[in-house]
Protein backbone atom coordinates (compact mmCIF):
# COMPACT_ATOMS: atom_id res chain seq x y z
CA UNK A 1 0.00 0.00 0.00
CA UNK A 2 1.35 3.56 -0.76
CA UNK A 3 2.34 5.08 2.09
CA UNK A 4 0.25 8.35 1.63
CA UNK A 5 -3.04 5.87 1.04
CA UNK A 6 -1.68 4.20 5.31
CA UNK A 7 -5.27 4.58 7.42
CA UNK A 8 -2.92 7.05 9.80
CA UNK A 9 -1.98 9.05 6.58
CA UNK A 10 -5.34 9.86 5.67
CA UNK A 11 -6.45 9.98 9.21
CA UNK A 12 -3.86 12.73 9.77
CA UNK A 13 -5.36 14.65 6.36
CA UNK A 14 -8.59 14.63 7.53
CA UNK A 15 -8.09 16.05 11.17
CA UNK A 16 -5.73 18.32 9.53
CA UNK A 17 -8.69 19.48 6.89
CA UNK A 18 -10.98 19.78 9.91
CA UNK A 19 -8.75 22.24 11.67
CA UNK A 20 -8.19 24.59 8.75
CA UNK A 21 -12.01 24.48 7.79
CA UNK A 22 -13.22 25.32 12.05
CA UNK A 23 -13.26 28.82 12.74
CA UNK A 24 -10.19 30.91 14.57
CA UNK A 25 -12.23 30.57 18.26
CA UNK A 26 -12.95 27.88 20.19
CA UNK A 27 -16.14 25.82 19.25
CA UNK A 28 -18.62 26.30 22.25
CA UNK A 29 -21.84 23.98 23.52
CA UNK A 30 -23.74 25.25 26.45
CA UNK A 31 -26.84 23.13 27.83
CA UNK A 32 -29.25 25.16 29.67
CA UNK A 33 -31.99 23.79 32.34
CA UNK A 34 -34.52 26.33 30.92
CA UNK A 35 -36.14 25.74 28.05
CA UNK A 36 -36.10 29.54 27.14
CA UNK A 37 -34.91 32.07 29.93
CA UNK A 38 -30.87 31.25 29.64
CA UNK A 39 -31.22 30.29 26.03
CA UNK A 40 -32.78 33.88 25.18
CA UNK A 41 -30.06 35.48 27.13
CA UNK A 42 -27.01 33.58 25.50
CA UNK A 43 -27.88 33.69 22.13
CA UNK A 44 -28.77 37.31 22.18
CA UNK A 45 -25.02 37.46 23.53
CA UNK A 46 -24.08 35.54 20.50
CA UNK A 47 -25.77 37.47 18.01
CA UNK A 48 -24.38 40.49 19.22
CA UNK A 49 -20.99 39.56 18.69
CA UNK A 50 -21.60 38.02 15.40
CA UNK A 51 -20.63 34.03 16.01
CA UNK A 52 -22.30 31.95 14.12
CA UNK A 53 -24.86 28.98 15.20
CA UNK A 54 -22.78 26.36 14.29
CA UNK A 55 -19.50 27.50 16.22
CA UNK A 56 -22.01 28.41 19.60
CA UNK A 57 -24.53 26.15 20.02
CA UNK A 58 -27.32 26.82 22.62
CA UNK A 59 -29.27 24.12 23.88
CA UNK A 60 -32.40 23.52 26.56
CA UNK A 61 -31.63 19.89 28.06
CA UNK A 62 -33.86 17.31 26.37
CA UNK A 63 -33.30 14.95 29.12
CA UNK A 64 -34.85 16.86 31.53
CA UNK A 65 -34.51 19.74 34.36
CA UNK A 66 -32.51 17.87 37.09
CA UNK A 67 -28.96 18.99 37.26
CA UNK A 68 -27.62 15.60 36.57
CA UNK A 69 -30.01 15.34 33.44
CA UNK A 70 -28.29 19.02 31.74
CA UNK A 71 -25.47 17.28 32.47
CA UNK A 72 -26.13 14.07 31.03
CA UNK A 73 -27.73 15.91 27.73
CA UNK A 74 -24.74 17.66 27.75
CA UNK A 75 -22.27 15.05 27.33
CA UNK A 76 -24.21 13.44 24.86
CA UNK A 77 -24.38 15.59 22.65
CA UNK A 78 -20.82 16.02 22.83
CA UNK A 79 -20.49 12.72 21.67
CA UNK A 80 -22.70 12.90 18.92
CA UNK A 81 -20.24 15.15 16.85
CA UNK A 82 -17.18 15.87 18.93
CA UNK A 83 -17.14 19.30 17.01
CA UNK A 84 -16.46 21.52 20.50
CA UNK A 85 -13.00 22.25 22.49
CA UNK A 86 -15.50 23.84 25.40
CA UNK A 87 -18.78 22.02 26.71
CA UNK A 88 -20.94 24.30 29.43
CA UNK A 89 -24.00 23.07 31.41
CA UNK A 90 -26.06 25.62 33.20
CA UNK A 91 -28.27 25.04 36.06
CA UNK A 92 -29.82 26.61 39.15
CA UNK A 93 -29.67 25.01 42.54
CA UNK A 94 -32.83 25.25 43.44
CA UNK A 95 -33.93 22.30 45.13
CA UNK A 96 -33.06 20.08 42.80
CA UNK A 97 -31.78 16.66 44.22
CA UNK A 98 -28.92 15.58 42.09
CA UNK A 99 -27.22 19.21 41.86
CA UNK A 100 -24.02 18.14 43.76
CA UNK A 101 -23.88 15.11 41.68
CA UNK A 102 -24.03 16.93 38.65
CA UNK A 103 -21.28 19.20 39.56
CA UNK A 104 -18.68 16.33 40.05
CA UNK A 105 -19.89 14.49 37.08
CA UNK A 106 -18.94 17.61 35.11
CA UNK A 107 -15.92 17.92 36.93
CA UNK A 108 -15.02 14.22 36.24
CA UNK A 109 -15.75 14.65 33.22
CA UNK A 110 -13.55 17.76 32.35
CA UNK A 111 -10.53 17.48 30.15
CA UNK A 112 -11.32 13.73 30.11
CA UNK A 113 -13.36 13.94 26.81
CA UNK A 114 -11.51 14.26 23.30
CA UNK A 115 -13.02 16.54 20.23
CA UNK A 116 -13.24 15.96 16.54
CA UNK A 117 -9.42 16.70 16.87
CA UNK A 118 -8.38 14.48 19.50
CA UNK A 119 -7.67 17.44 21.66
CA UNK A 120 -9.24 17.54 25.28
CA UNK A 121 -12.09 19.06 26.06
CA UNK A 122 -13.44 21.80 28.52
CA UNK A 123 -16.49 20.48 30.48
CA UNK A 124 -17.76 23.05 33.21
CA UNK A 125 -20.49 23.31 35.10
CA UNK A 126 -22.54 26.73 35.39
CA UNK A 127 -24.43 26.93 38.39
CA UNK A 128 -26.11 29.63 40.13
CA UNK A 129 -28.10 29.55 43.75
CA UNK A 130 -30.93 30.08 44.15
CA UNK A 131 -31.69 30.67 40.27
CA UNK A 132 -30.68 32.13 37.24
CA UNK A 133 -32.14 35.15 38.03
CA UNK A 134 -29.63 36.59 41.11
CA UNK A 135 -26.96 36.95 38.08
CA UNK A 136 -29.55 39.23 36.81
CA UNK A 137 -30.64 40.90 39.90
CA UNK A 138 -26.28 41.47 40.58
CA UNK A 139 -27.04 44.15 37.76
CA UNK A 140 -28.48 46.14 40.28
CA UNK A 141 -28.10 44.97 43.64
CA UNK A 142 -25.08 44.08 45.40
CA UNK A 143 -26.35 40.88 46.77
CA UNK A 144 -24.35 39.57 50.34
CA UNK A 145 -27.03 36.96 51.28
CA UNK A 146 -28.81 33.77 50.05
CA UNK A 147 -32.37 34.98 49.33
CA UNK A 148 -35.42 32.40 48.34
CA UNK A 149 -35.75 32.34 44.64
CA UNK A 150 -39.44 33.65 44.75
CA UNK A 151 -37.70 36.90 47.05
CA UNK A 152 -35.04 37.24 44.30
CA UNK A 153 -37.47 37.34 41.40
CA UNK A 154 -39.60 39.55 43.46
CA UNK A 155 -36.57 41.79 44.15
CA UNK A 156 -35.68 41.51 40.23
CA UNK A 157 -38.75 43.04 39.20
CA UNK A 158 -38.65 45.95 41.05
CA UNK A 159 -35.75 46.85 38.60
CA UNK A 160 -37.35 44.84 35.64
CA UNK A 161 -41.06 45.34 35.76
CA UNK A 162 -42.86 42.34 34.25
CA UNK A 163 -39.73 40.16 34.10
CA UNK A 164 -40.97 36.63 33.56
CA UNK A 165 -39.15 33.47 32.78
CA UNK A 166 -38.38 33.74 29.11
CA UNK A 167 -38.60 37.21 28.80
CA UNK A 168 -36.55 38.60 25.71
CA UNK A 169 -34.32 40.94 25.48
CA UNK A 170 -32.39 40.74 28.94
CA UNK A 171 -29.28 41.17 28.15
CA UNK A 172 -29.33 44.25 26.21
CA UNK A 173 -31.53 45.44 29.07
CA UNK A 174 -28.78 44.80 31.58
CA UNK A 175 -25.77 45.15 29.43
CA UNK A 176 -24.97 48.55 30.94
CA UNK A 177 -24.58 47.13 34.22
CA UNK A 178 -22.31 44.27 32.93
CA UNK A 179 -18.77 44.85 34.35
CA UNK A 180 -20.99 45.79 38.38
CA UNK A 181 -22.68 42.62 38.40
CA UNK A 182 -19.51 40.45 36.86
CA UNK A 183 -17.61 42.39 39.71
CA UNK A 184 -20.20 41.16 42.68
CA UNK A 185 -20.50 37.82 41.19
CA UNK A 186 -16.48 37.48 41.62
CA UNK A 187 -17.03 38.51 45.11
CA UNK A 188 -19.56 36.15 45.67
CA UNK A 189 -17.52 33.44 44.61
CA UNK A 190 -14.88 34.27 46.60
CA UNK A 191 -16.89 34.29 49.91
CA UNK A 192 -19.07 31.07 49.00
CA UNK A 193 -19.58 27.70 48.30
CA UNK A 194 -21.78 26.46 44.98
CA UNK A 195 -22.35 23.41 46.92
CA UNK A 196 -23.92 25.31 50.25
CA UNK A 197 -27.55 25.73 49.36
CA UNK A 198 -28.31 28.74 51.97
CA UNK A 199 -25.31 30.61 49.73
CA UNK A 200 -25.54 33.06 46.47
CA UNK A 201 -23.76 31.65 44.01
CA UNK A 202 -23.27 32.15 40.55
CA UNK A 203 -20.98 31.57 37.77
CA UNK A 204 -22.95 33.25 35.21
CA UNK A 205 -20.45 35.93 34.94
CA UNK A 206 -17.44 33.87 33.77
CA UNK A 207 -19.62 32.35 30.37
CA UNK A 208 -20.86 35.95 29.70
CA UNK A 209 -17.16 37.13 29.49
CA UNK A 210 -15.93 34.17 27.54
CA UNK A 211 -18.44 34.30 24.89
CA UNK A 212 -18.01 38.25 24.79
CA UNK A 213 -14.55 38.02 24.07
CA UNK A 214 -14.78 34.98 22.02
CA UNK A 215 -13.49 36.44 18.39
CA UNK A 216 -11.07 38.01 19.79
Not at 50 to 70: D, N, Y
Amino acid sequence: MPRDNHPKFRQARQLARKSENRPPYERILIVCEGKKTEPHYLEDIRRQNSIPSAHVKVLPSALGTESRQVVDFAHRTFLETRSYERVYAVFDRDSHLTYCDALDRAAALDGKLQNDERKPVRFVAVPSVPCFELWLLLHFEDVQAFSHRTETFSRLKRHIPGYEKGSRGIFGLTEPQLDVASARAQRLRVRFDAREASDPYTAMDELVALLRNLRD
